[in-house]
């Protein structure tokens, strides 16, 4: 693609309604989408039970699901469940989530997080928070992980390892997540990550860490010993990259707000070798504030997790995780993935 895509902001359109994927009994994040063989379109998404809280509940419950829809828009129906629970053995055994769908020739490749841990399944009234045994276990042991399939519809193979571990006295010492790939025409890989590094035996700050791979199935090493945004001036996650033709380009969630001016929305920024990165002129790339297709506005209480729908080389929806709710996740009680039209340049 040769577009350089600025000022994506600017781009927004109103957000259809009843646009997006959502379950009943399920709280629902990660929209991630591709158009499948079938010439419909398949979100990758993630889901757990509502008899856990929003957070942390995912790190213990989560699974990567499908949803259909003949539109971008939307709404999206259930489908299938793709990356079920396979065993406390398995890396990603108890919990898979943060998927990211992608393809290189005839191969679907999913990106997504997984993590184990050997403790019980929490029960429906059974209080669970971050102090809980399994929810320390399963944050330590995120890590970031593929599947692949010749069809949308799988089945889908899953590696007994993951492609990014942790790496001992660096600054993923902790955990790697929220895989954010660019594969090339050759098969080669970017992949931007999140990552936390061990302070003591807890974990420190969000911070982005760059790897590359010369092909999708690995294996793929670190390109860069520090993150890739300065930690003492960036506080950032959900990164979301794409490659121009000529640069990258990356939209992520400002945590404090510093950048963009407003708490958790989205910088945008870009880069020639995906390891020195510049603002935008612009930097903001997209808002909490949400302007609907029926004249209303809401401000989301969530709007996470960016992923951008590209067709024909031009960007022409962004999905986010939302959430209703004054803000944080303890008070929302509905979540979902909307989707917002973007204008063409």
């Given at each position: 693609m040769s577009i350089q895509t600025k000022n994506l902001y600017d781009r927004l359109q109103p957000a259809p309604k009843n646009g997006g994927f959502r379950m009943e009994g399920y709280w629902v994040?990660?929209?991630?989408?591709?158009?499948?063989e079938d010439g419909r379109f398949h979100m990758f998404a993630s889901r757990w039970p509502k008899h856990l809280p929003m957070h942390p509940g995912w790190?213990?419950?989560?699974?990567?699901?499908?949803?259909?829809?003949d539109t971008p828009e939307g709404?999206?129906?259930?489908?299938?469940?793709?990356?079920?629970?396979?065993?406390?053995?398995?890396?990603d055994g108890r919990s898979t989530h943060n998927p990211h769908i992608t393809k290189h020739g005839d191969t679907y490749?999913?990106?997504?997080?997984?993590?184990?841990?050997?403790?019980?399944?929490?029960?429906?009234?059974e209080e669970f928070g971050l102090t809980d045994p399994r929810c320390i276990v399963a944050r330590a042991n995120k890590r970031i992980g593929i599947a692949t399939s010749t069809s949308v519809f799988g089945p889908w193979e899953r590696r007994d390892a993951p492609i990014l571990p942790t790496r001992?006295?660096?600054?993923?010492?902790?955990?790697?997540?929220?895989?954010?790939?660019?594969?090339?025409?050759?098969?080669?890989?970017?992949?931007?990550?999140?990552?936390?590094?061990?302070?003591?035996?807890?974990h420190g700050n969000m911070m982005i860490g760059a790897a590359r791979a010369d092909h999708f199935e690995g294996p793929y090493r670190v390109v860069s010993?520090?993150?890739?945004?300065?930690?003492?001036?960036?506080h950032l996650e959900d990164p979301f990259i794409w490659h121009t033709g000529e640069r990258y380009e990356l939209i992520a969630k400002d945590m404090d707000g510093r950048i963009c001016g407003e708490l958790h929305a989205g910088i945008q920024a870009h880069s020639i070798d995906g390891l020195t990165w510049h603002l935008s002129d612009n930097p903001k790339a997209y808002s909490r504030n949400v302007r609907w297709d029926d004249g209303t506005e809401t401000v989301m209480g969530s709007f996470e997790r960016?992923?951008?729908?590209?067709?024909?080389?031009?960007p022409t929806h962004l999905f986010a995780a939302t959430a209703?709710?004054?803000?944080?996740?303890?008070?929302?009680?509905?979540t979902w993935n909307m989707v917002v039209p973007i204008a063409s340049e």
């Open positions: 994040w990660c929209g991630s989408v591709i158009k499948g790190l213990v419950h989560s699974e990567v699901v499908r949803a259909v829809s709404p999206y129906a259930f489908e299938e469940i793709v990356l079920p629970a396979r065993g406390a053995e398995y890396w490749v999913l990106y997504y997080m997984g993590s184990t841990n050997p403790l019980a399944d929490v029960q429906p009234g001992p006295g660096h600054f993923d010492s902790f955990l790697t997540s929220n895989p954010a790939p660019v594969i090339h025409e050759d098969g080669s890989v970017m992949l931007i990550y999140k990552a936390r590094q061990y302070e003591g035996n807890v010993e520090d993150p890739v945004f300065p930690p003492a001036k960036f960016p992923f951008i729908l590209f067709q024909d080389g031009k209703d709710g004054a803000g944080g996740f303890s008070k929302a009680s509905h």
